[in-house]
């Protein structure tokens, strides 16, 4: 396996092609936007340059690793020829099944196609191909060049040996794969978009602030981020989704998002994505500061 297909260049895209490309892989970036792939391209050189200042890699690995990656604007051209691709587009169902519809089509019969979905079934997404067992999710973690964890998800068709040939890439990438069923939200956002969501709801009732709740997590169950912030990391526009996905999938009143994280959205306010969330973030700072909105 050698031609990696990554298809979508924003936080997850360029991240994934970023850590293909590290490990030796050639990698095609796809996105319908030239000014998008010039920016994850910037993005990837500025991660990398982070990386040589760091020490863990030099001059040479950086540049090897930008050799590595070809960018598109056309499906067509960017997968033809892919062993694997990685789609990591927007969090939308629609666009996904679409997307491996035209992929089932355009790769070649043996390719592996993989989605980096948080949490749109991989079965339903594995339906519209020409063959289902060869489709899996991939869930990586966010920022994927640091991040050891693989969400690898078993679709109810994908076979044996596309679920261990993914499972060994990910060693490979020196990431740590956890192997799990199609549900869902699967296990990462099953168990976190509830606790996020809850966070966001004691927010919402006055129980305590926003400083107050993330304290607690980080300094009372160790957690190096508190669910806030972690929800401004991820983009609220995303837990939504999530938490719609996680609604709809079992029916049950408590993966119901909470009204004010529903308001942020429709708003705008999507966390560190739009500037503003739970905090406002500066460009240029690194100060953590409460937004207006939540400061009493």
């Known amino acids: 396996m050698k031609n990696i297909t990554v298809i979508g260049s924003g ?15 050639k990698v095609s970036l796809v996105d319908i936007s030239e000014d998008a792939l010039k920016k994850a391209l910037q993005t990837i050189a500025n991660n990398l340059d982070r990386q040589v200042n760091k020490g863990t890699i030099d001059e040479a690995a950086k540049s090897a690793t930008l050799a590595n990656i070809t960018t598109h604007t056309d499906l067509e051209t960017g997968a033809a020829s892919a062993d694997l ?19 089932s089509s355009i790769c070649k019969s043996e390719a592996i ?47 044996d040996e596309v679920t261990n040939t993914i499972m060994e890439l990910s060693r490979q990438l020196g990431k740590a794969p956890v192997e799990v069923n199609d549900y869902p939200g699967f296990v990462a956002n099953r168990i976190l978009m509830p606790m996020i969501n809850e966070a966001v709801h004691t927010l919402f009732e006055g129980v305590a602030g926003v400083h107050e709740i993330d304290t607690v997590m980080k300094l009372g169950m160790a ?40 308001n942020m959205v429709t708003a705008g306010h999507w966390g560190v994505k739009s500037g503003s969330g739970f905090y406002k973030y500066t460009q240029g700072s690194k100060d953590i500061l409460v937004a207006d909105k939540f400061r009493h």
């Not at 991989?122 to 191909?129: E, G, P, S």
């Not at 508190?226 to 408590?254: E, H, M, S, T, W």
């Open 11 to 25: 936080t997850m895209g360029n991240g994934i092609a970023h850590t293909f490309a590290q490990y030796g892989f």
């Open 85 to 103: 691709v990685v789609e990591a587009a927007t969090e939308n169902r629609e666009i996904k099944l679409k997307l491996f519809k035209d992929l």
């Open 113 to 159: 196609l993989a989605s980096n979905t948080s949490s749109i079934s991989i079965t339903q997404i594995a339906a519209v191909t020409k063959d289902p067992s060869r489709v899996i999710g991939m869930h990586f973690m966010n920022p994927v060049p640091v991040m050891k964890l693989v969400e690898v998800i078993r679709g109810y068709a994908t076979s």
């Open 223 to 262: 957690h190096p981020m508190g669910p806030l912030q972690l929800a401004d990391f991820i983009g609220l526009d995303v837990c939504l989704a999530v938490l719609r996905v996680l609604y709809d999938g079992f029916g049950n009143q408590k993966y119901a998002p909470c009204p004010l994280l529903v």
